[in-house]
């Protein structure tokens, strides 16, 4: 590696995760609208050296699972230390495991926040769960900073994780689940941001802004 090539891994400051599934374009459109410059990449490295990782996601936690691993990166998202965002599918692959397989398989995910997602109890509700819906909860985390209960956000999906001490947001569809997660540096969204417009656009800005408590490197620092 040449010193100029060391020296642009090491500048990388926002970065997505090539996870080998859909949606990445997207979400860097809605990175860069906001006037943030984003590198979509699978370099162990330049993850490494971010100073902020979205990890994306659209399709099943089986196939992205295998693709993470493949890519060799399971060790290098487990072991992030700087602000990590998850979209959608990106959440869930957060989290220990999921029954989203074809085969009825329990799929073992990053194990980074132990919950496990499970299929949406919608009752009589059509799945998936496509569309508009409104927060039932929301705690006092910092990406969530201006947002408020029964503010609206875009979901698309059939497996969800249960309601636990990890929950910063809620929603309900059918029955009440996380709408996002979040543990030390890692936070979670089950719906889409990126297409949740003017209140998903400052839920990443919120994200992107993001410091660190200085006594413990982990820990977000709350305002």
Not at 137 to 153: A, L
Not at 208 to 213: D, K, N, R, T, V
Request: proline share 4%; charged share 15%; with cysteine.
């Amino acid at each position: 590696m040449t010193t100029e090539q060391s020296s642009s891994k090491k500048q990388a400051m926002n970065v997505i995760v090539d996870t080998g599934c859909a949606n990445l374009s997207s979400v860097q459109f809605a990175v860069e609208r906001l006037g943030f410059p984003v590198t979509i990449t699978d370099d162990i490295e330049i993850i490494k050296n971010a100073s902020k990782v979205i990890l994306p996601g659209v399709g099943s936690a089986k196939h992205a699972m295998k693709n993470i691993r493949a890519k060799g990166l399971v060790s290098t998202l487990q072991n992030l230390t700087q602000p990590v965002l998850g979209f959608c599918l990106g959440m869930q692959l957060m989290c220990r495991s999921s029954v989203e397989s074809n085969d009825g398989e329990v799929v073992e995910c990053l194990n980074i926040i132990p919950t496990d997602i499970k299929a949406l109890a919608a009752k009589n509700q059509r799945l998936p769960h496509m569309g508009w819906n409104t927060l039932t909860s929301v705690n006092n985390h910092p990406v969530f900073e201006g947002i408020s209960t029964n503010d609206y956000f875009y979901f698309v999906h059939s497996y969800a994780a249960p309601l636990s001490e990890y929950t910063v947001a809620s929603c309900q569809y059918g029955s009440e689940f996380s709408a996002a997660v979040a543990k030390n540096n890692f936070i979670g969204c089950q719906f889409h941001p990126e297409r949740s417009s003017k209140l998903g656009s400052k839920i990443i800005k919120n994200f992107l802004a993001l410091s660190f408590s200085q006594e413990n490197p982990k820990e977000i620092a709350t305002k």
